[in-house]
């Protein structure tokens, strides 16, 4: 059995990407406190955990997320779904606690990127808690600094259980996925010039624009081309063009397509889990955190330069498992990914099933489907407003609307021809 938490192309793990790790994290940080050392490189603990270890790392993550001694409703729902997405092996919640010296003791001989996938996990269970007490943030420290990790959400879920949530924002910027964004990054967007900032919207640019124009030219069935038609589907501007996404967050847009993601709020959340967890540059996970205090806790009122405060969408019945099951194809793609920096339009020419292929892309599991995971196309996978949208950009350019539900449906998503800032509908 393969294990979702050790990195890409460790060991026999199947659930890691290729990429760019957080070279932070690759050795204990300095000064912090750090009751259990590291392992030796020659000691180091590399197979998947088994049923027993699993037991262990439950009931740490039960006791250091709890609020006076309870888990909400959303947390035992996310745990009991993680964990077997995780590792393949069920959660165990009941038995004595694990206190931050047993946790110690359980990560002994895992690396420090062990170590924080399971610190991570901590972190987002607090972060689906409103309100969030500072006990509880302060017990997952805890068990952070027990195992030498420092996670930078955790310095946002400080804030947030303090109430600044504008430091928390900023904290979002300086601590997480863009803290390593360079201008050079920039190329992969195409834009006509360097962005100032990683989500900078580019609304004045025709010669990107016209980049993404030529995909409707691609033999059908390509990439490039189900990606221009799942924006016509939906009325979405393309990038360089009034009233679209920042060129940033269009990137995700060829994630939706390829990993068959629908764009209703709750398919963006299974969307930005995958992208985190194919990404071994530990900074990823502050994409997923970003989704979650906008779409279930609504820490954050906007986000990735378009997105819009939602909250409520992770509690809803299934989310659990799909969002678990999105994090598992993530981890099991083939090597680290950063999708957010892959250069599509080199893609672009290919079919979906040959860039699946080509990063080892997973099928959801039966079990993610059943909970409601909708695809692109599916029924369900588009939300109402979306369609009336594309409807309306069909009207304009006098075609015919590709948008009816079982044909190109979609799903909601944070976007809207008039307003980039207007939440989905």
Known sequence: MHSALLPHGVGSAAFTVSGRTDARRSEPPTGAHQSTPLPEPTAALLDPPDAAEVAGISRAIRCAVSAEGCLTDTQRLLLLALVPAMTGHPAV???DPVEPDGFGGLMARRTIEFRTRIVQIMVLLALVVRPLPPELTARVAAYAREVGVEEGMLDVADRFAAGSLGLAAVDFERNGYTATWHAADT???HTSRELSTAWEA????PDLARQWAVLEGL??????????EFYRARGFAYPG????????LAQHDWVHVVADFGTTVESEL???AFIARANDDMHAFSLLATLVSLFETGYLRSGAGLFEYSPGHLSERGMAERVADAMRRGAQCTGSVDFLRT???ALADQTPEEVRARFGVPAKSPGAVAAGSRGLWAVGGISPFQVQAGRDLAKRQGCTSRTEPGSTPKADRTRTTARLSTLRR
Do not use: K, N, Q
Not at 219 to 228: F, S
Not at 241 to 248: D, E, I, R, V
């Open 343 to 345: 250069d599509w339009s």
């Open 187 to 189: 190329t992969v967007l």
């Open 93 to 95: 919640l009941d038995g």
């Open 202 to 205: 580019s609304v004045a640019d």
């Open 241 to 248: 063009l009034p009233g679209s996404a920042p060129p940033l």
């Open 270 to 272: 299974e969307v930005f």
């Open 219 to 228: 033999a059908e069935g390509t990439l490039g081309r189900r990606v221009t």
